[in-house]
């Protein structure tokens, strides 16, 4: 036992690659946080100073402005999500043994 609190399957990761699932992590966060935060989406304007969600809920200023800004954040930060997917993807196939045709 090395004593270490790092699963074994986890210590020969590379730098690049716990980035990579950290990007992920911070993707489905984002995600997870706008679910719960904003679960009429999408907030637009309805009015004069009057925003309303997709079931016509009445919503202020300050929450409008904070789902444009997780929409922001969203749009920014899931290509690299999806990037990182694509470069652990990769990773894993090139590290898998070769498949045997019978």
Do not use: N
Request: with cysteine; aromatic share 16%; charged share 20%.
């Amino acid at each position: 036992m090395s004593g270490s609190w790092i699963p074994a399957r986890w210590r020969g990761l590379t730098r690049m690659e716990w980035l990579a699932r950290g990007v992920i992590a911070w993707c489905f966060a984002c995600m997870g946080y706008g679910l719960v935060h904003f679960p009429d989406a999408p907030i637009q304007p309805c009015g004069p100073d009057h925003f309303c969600g997709k079931r016509d809920t009445p919503h202020t200023r300050e929450e409008y402005d904070a789902f444009r800004l997780w929409e922001k954040v969203i749009f920014l930060s899931w290509p690299f999500g999806m990037a990182s997917g694509f470069f652990l993807r990769s990773r894993s196939r090139a590290g898998a043994a070769p498949r045997h045709k019978p």
